[in-house]
């Protein structure tokens, strides 16, 4: 199976009064088409700092993150910009990672009105679909955040972030508010997700439980630094 994103010597540095906090130290690894790669480690370890590196949220000191043959570090602006509608991440908490004024219907036409455009029906018919997929009512189109559980935003950010057809998502502790029984339910349409779309997932947890059920490899991060790497079974 071929990589489709490939992380390269990646350091992460944030400078401070009397000198640098070092967050990532050359860090590399492949993430392969249609598999889900798990990055887990304890708070702090810097697991975080790399997914936002990938969506180019954090800018690396240095090193490389190379989409299907594309360094997007290296890219400006506006071609970052054209780059997003092929990579997504979903946040850890659901409710603030939307404007808490917007409708879902809001929420779920601003990535396709920014990348693709288009007619507003036709938008609109498509986030009526993002939220079957994720086996929600449609009726939930002129609801806002204020009105929705943990569970049902989380899905909702999760059909916002796929409505773009990308090949590769961050899933950044995604049920880690959740109660046990959401969690295992969206992990189970995670994983139908993925078997149906052929997407990519790197998930960022501490949840080992999680990570066996979901991921076909591991990489474990301990102070910046990736301290080992295999298979599930073999972690």
Known sequence: M???????????AFHQDGGSVHAVKGVSFDVRRG????????????????????????????????????????LNAAEMRKMRSRMQIVFQDPFDSVNQRWTVADILDEPLRVH?????AARRERAVAALRQVDLDPSLMIARPRDLGASTLQRINIARA??????????????????PRARNSLIA?????????????LFVSHDLTTVRYLCQRVAVMYLGQIVEEGSVEQV
């Open 2 to 12: 071929s990589a489709l994103l490939t992380v390269q010597d990646l350091n992460v």
């Open 35 to 74: 598999e889900t790669m798990a990055l887990v480690g304890e708070s702090g370890s810097g697991k975080t700092t790399v997914g936002r590196c990938l969506m180019r949220l954090e800018h690396p000191t240095s090193g490389a993150v190379i989409l299907d043959g594309q360094d997007i570090t290296a």
């Open 116 to 120: 693709e455009g288009g007619d507003r």
């Open 162 to 179: 796929l409505i773009c057809n990308p090949d590769f998502v961050v899933l950044d502790e995604p049920t880690s508010v959740l109660a």
């Open 189 to 201: 349409l995670l994983a139908r997700l993925q078997k149906e779309l052929g997407i990519s997932y």
